[in-house]
């Protein structure tokens, strides 16, 4: 039995209002790093791309062959120009995407270490932070047969967290949501972070969480912990790193190991692995194919720099998924 009902097929849009399998909504910056590994204060050149937690997820699913929206705001400056051409050439439908004339896009750096990469970001007043309740009623929602959010939106304004409450609880709620606890303690400066990610993943069909980020926000200490406490939502994928992915659905209890993966970097493997788990939801297939589509996805992310992986060709992906547990946990992607 499918762990929530699949999603139905998109209603026959009417005029011109685009129609999407997802729409993900939320804030996406530019995004300066070095060109190697190099920290960012010994570089003399920078390269610029694009990366945001839910316009991940669109690029994802569009890369799975699935059509994906992203519902935003971006300033009328060279960076939100540069964000929509790159989203749009990624195939994600950017056409409900508002530009904002006064206020800009956001902007973050990578900066390489021997242990992890670290980030530095330039949002506070950007035009995404300006999102508010009224943006719920744009006509591409109603058309989507998933709306996907993230934690990361909450955080960035008052209007920006009431946005996301309309979306996950409003009266008018009709595609199923999903959503990403996606904790950066930097946005919150002091804010009850805990609390609102636990009752906006509560108001949600899908919640994907870290347990390490669960185990911080809520000091649940396992992966089962984490679904008794995000009860009653319909399911609860908690994803543990290297170890693997356990999902919480209809009383089911399913466990994916991770595949054995090179880290280049980190950033952007947790929107991947949402992205393929929602294409395989899309899909109709079962819970352990869901899962193993968020690790594959998850580690093509990992071995690269960008934010946004190329993603496995469907025909790779669908002789993975047909494996059987002893092969599939003996396969490393390459």
């Not at 669109?58 to 051409?85: E, K, Q």
């Not at 009860?231 to 089911?252: C, F, I, L, Q, R």
């Not at 025909?315 to 003996?330: K, M, P, S």
């Amino acid at each position: 039995m499918d762990p929530v009902p699949s999603p139905s097929p998109p209603p026959a849009a009417t005029g011109p209002v685009p129609v999407a399998d997802v729409v993900c909504v939320g804030e996406t910056m530019a995004v300066l790093s070095p060109p190697d590994a190099r920290p960012l204060g010994e570089q003399n050149t920078l390269r610029m791309a694009v990366g945001g937690a839910e316009s991940n997820v669109a690029c994802g699913l569009a890369g799975l062959g699935h059509r994906a929206a992203w519902l935003s705001r971006v300033g009328d400056d060279p960076f939100g120009r540069r964000i929509m051409a790159d989203l749009a050439a990624r195939g994600v439908d950017v056409s409900a995407v508002e530009t904002d004339p006064e206020h800009p896009t956001g902007v973050y750096f990578k900066d390489p270490g021997p242990d992890r990469t670290r980030t530095y970001y330039y949002r506070g007043g950007s035009a995404a932070t300006r999102m508010g309740p009224e943006l719920a009623r744009d006509p591409v929602l109603r058309q989507a047969r998933m709306v996907h959010l993230s934690g990361v939106a909450a955080a960035l304004s008052d209007s920006c967290a009431r946005l996301l409450r309309t979306l996950l609880s409003g009266p008018a709620r009709k595609p199923a949501v999903s959503f990403d606890v996606n904790h950066r303690p930097a946005l919150w400066r002091g804010a009850d972070a805990a609390r609102s990610l636990l009752v906006l993943a509560r108001c949600a069909d899908i919640v994907f969480v870290g347990r390490d980020e669960a185990e911080t926000l809520w000091g649940t200490a396992s992966c089962d912990a984490v679904a008794d406490l995000l009860s009653p939502a319909p399911v609860v994928v908690v994803k543990d790193a290297e170890h693997g992915a356990t999902s919480y659905a209809n009383g089911v209890r399913t466990f994916v190991p991770s595949l054995p993966t090179k880290v280049v970097e980190p950033v952007g493997a947790g929107d991947a692995f949402a992205a393929g788990y929602l294409a395989a939801v899309l899909e109709n297939r079962d819970e352990r194919s869901r899962l193993r589509l968020g690790h594959l996805a998850a580690a093509a992310a990992l071995r690269t720099r960008d934010d946004v992986p190329v993603m496995p060709p469907r025909a790779e992906t669908d002789r993975r998924l047909a494996l059987d547990d002893d092969a599939w946990a003996a396969a490393a992607p390459r």
